[in-house]
Nanobody, 121 residues
Framework: QVQLVESGGDSVQAGGSLQLSCAAS??????MGWFRQAPGKEREGVAT???????MYAASVKGRFAITRDSAKDTLNLQMNSLRPEDSGKYYC?????????????????WGQGTQVTVSS
């Protein structure tokens, strides 16, 4: 079973940057992604990336966030710039046992415990 452990969550001011990391027991041939959930809201897709590096972003983060993966180290990262208060929430690393990627959280079966990001105005 693939295991995922997130790190890097913090409290920052609007306009700031954070990098989230996800350590995985393996990443080969998996679609990997980041999702987030704000209090009282459904979990939503932020960004996903295929093994070949093809990435997909939610419209709300495109141009501000960058997802990368390191297959040699089995890690997944999310660089978040120009953070806004609406980016606040718990961020989850997820994996899908399929090389194709989506931003649909119900299509991901493997999840980490999450890391909290709080952006203040």
């Amino acid at each position: 079973q693939v295991q995922l452990v997130e790190s890097g969550g913090d409290s920052v001011q609007a306009g700031g940057s954070l990098q989230l990391s996800c350590a995985a027991s393996r990443t080969s041939n998996l679609c990997m992604g980041w999702f987030r959930q704000a209090p009282g809201k459904e979990r939503e897709g932020v960004a996903t990336i295929r093994s070949d590096g093809t990435s997909m972003y939610a419209a709300s983060v495109k141009g501000r966030f960058a997802i990368t993966r390191d297959s040699a180290k089995d890690t997944l990262n999310l660089q978040m710039n120009s953070l806004r208060p609406e980016d606040s929430g718990k961020y989850y690393c997820a994996a899908r046992r399929y090389i194709l990627c989506t931003l649909t959280q119900t299509e991901f079966a493997i999840w980490g415990q999450g890391t909290q990001v709080t952006v203040s105005s």
